[in-house]
């Protein structure tokens, strides 16, 4: 026969102190993260910009080298410079047929940050919906 004096264990659990600890947790990063968000004050050039999608087709490249030229991934001279307007009136005429394209930048790191903005207004203005730019992962 049992003993009626037994007691059965006790499945719950009690979360009181965890809901204080999330608590904590929560007033400490409200209070940290306005303090995360400061940055250095620098002079931006000023863009109309969109944000960029990602596409399945094949991108076009623009490369801007650090004497300021300029090369497009496409026909068979990739390796020569190309003068900006005959770029952007390529890459329109591109677009005109297959508008999901993605146009891509290749910058320097040498080049100035006015200059591929620039690069990136104008292939937007020839009808790019966006301008990715493209980066080396760090080395570890």
Do not use: C, H
Not at 29 to 48: I, Y
Not at 50 to 61: M, R, V
Request: proline content about 11%; hydrophobic content about 45%.
């Amino acid at each position: 026969m049992a003993n009626p004096n037994k007691r059965k264990p006790m499945a719950e659990i009690n979360v009181v102190p965890y809901i204080d600890v999330m608590l904590v947790l929560l007033v400490v990063f409200m209070v940290t993260a306005p303090l995360l968000m400061q940055g250095v004050k620098v002079d931006l050039p000023q863009a109309p910009s969109t944000p960029i999608d990602n596409k399945e087709d094949e991108p076009l490249i623009v490369s801007v080298k650090t004497d300021g030229t300029y090369y497009l991934n496409l026909g068979q001279n990739q390796q020569s410079p190309k003068p900006l307007k005959e770029i952007t009136d390529t890459v329109a005429k591109i677009l005109r047929q297959k508008p999901a394209t993605p146009v891509l930048v290749w910058g320097d790191t040498a080049v100035p940050y006015g200059v591929v903005v620039a690069l990136m207004t104008e292939l937007q203005s020839a009808g790019a919906p966006s301008v990715g730019l493209v980066t080396d992962p760090p080395k570890i």
